[in-house]
């Protein structure tokens, strides 16, 4: 079973836009949306969702009144302001560290289980799909990574699949460098611009630390031929595989529009390119 996953170095650069391209040309595989804060891989594959699993993460603590003496030694604990000059506990504030429960000396605070969002098992038009939503304001989002591509491993043996299609979140944060785990190709999806080519380097930076094989496709990269320039020789100097360049193709946002990926919405010379990125990366694998 392979895994590929599909990153960038920052938001915007189409990388949702290039896996759904890649989910109506792959055989055989799961799918996958690790961009548990804000995923909208679904909005395209429109799933039907089979399987709704909540996802606990950071414990919270509680307070029994009946058996609170109020010695302040829970607000003498916590460093994190959390516990105000009434003794009650701000949500808010509260890290889930749980000093004020160990020096309780009359066990009045417990910590318990905070549901942090939900991860769902589905069926799309292409085949099956994990993803998740954390909830707003929550943390842990690469534990909640980590349980999606789970998730997606158990649902890939279970039903015979040869190919694990991940859609990462972008940056280079810890929900990123969750999703790297155990990938055999990541492909960075980058832009010709200067922030393009700054998060560029960064995220390569973090797939040569796991040593992850990479390769780079470039986005749009008609709309500034001097960077895609660099971009291209960036590449070669550090022997990095360049296996795209898409152009910019208003089409894309009416197939979004549509609810339709870009290989099924026309024969567009963008469609084409993406055909010819996956045939890449299949040989690659």
Request: glycine share 8%; with cysteine.
């Amino acid at each position: 079973m392979k895994q590929i996953l599909v990153i960038s170095g920052k938001g915007g650069t189409g990388k949702t836009t290039l896996v759904a391209g890649f989910v109506s040309l792959a055989e055989n595989a799961v799918m996958a949306d690790c961009d548990v804060d804000a995923p909208d891989l679904h909005i395209i594959l429109k799933p039907d969702i089979q399987e709704e699993i909540p996802f606990y993460a950071l414990k919270i603590p509680v307070k029994d009144e009946s058996r609170c003496i109020e010695c302040g030694k829970c607000r003498e604990a916590c460093r994190f302001n959390a516990i105000d000059e009434n003794f009650n506990i701000d949500e808010f504030r509260c890290e889930g560290c749980g000093a004020c429960a160990f020096i309780c000396p009359v066990d009045a605070i417990e910590m318990i289980d905070s549901e942090a969002g939900k991860l769902y098992i589905s069926r799309t038009r292409f085949g099956p799909f994990v993803h998740a939503q954390l909830n707003i304001g929550e943390e842990a989002s690469g534990k909640l990574v980590i349980e999606v591509k789970r998730k997606a491993k158990e649902l890939a043996e279970k039903e015979n699949k040869e190919l694990i299609l991940i859609d990462g979140s972008p940056g280079i944060g810890c929900p990123v460098i969750a999703s790297l785990s155990g990938v055999d190709l990541a492909l960075i999806v980058t832009e010709p611009t200067v922030s393009g080519i700054h998060d560029l380097e960064r995220i390569l930076g973090v797939t040569k630390h796991f040593g992850i094989k990479t390769s780079v496709c470039i986005n749009k990269f008609d709309i500034n031929k001097e960077k895609t320039n660099e971009i291209e020789n960036f590449c070669n100097e550090n022997g990095i595989p360049l296996i795209g360049r898409i152009p910019y193709d208003p089409s894309i946002t009416t197939a979004m529009i549509e609810l339709k990926t870009v290989i099924e919405f026309s024969s567009s010379q963008t469609s084409e390119e993406v055909k010819k990125i996956w045939s890449k990366i299949i040989e690659m694998l």
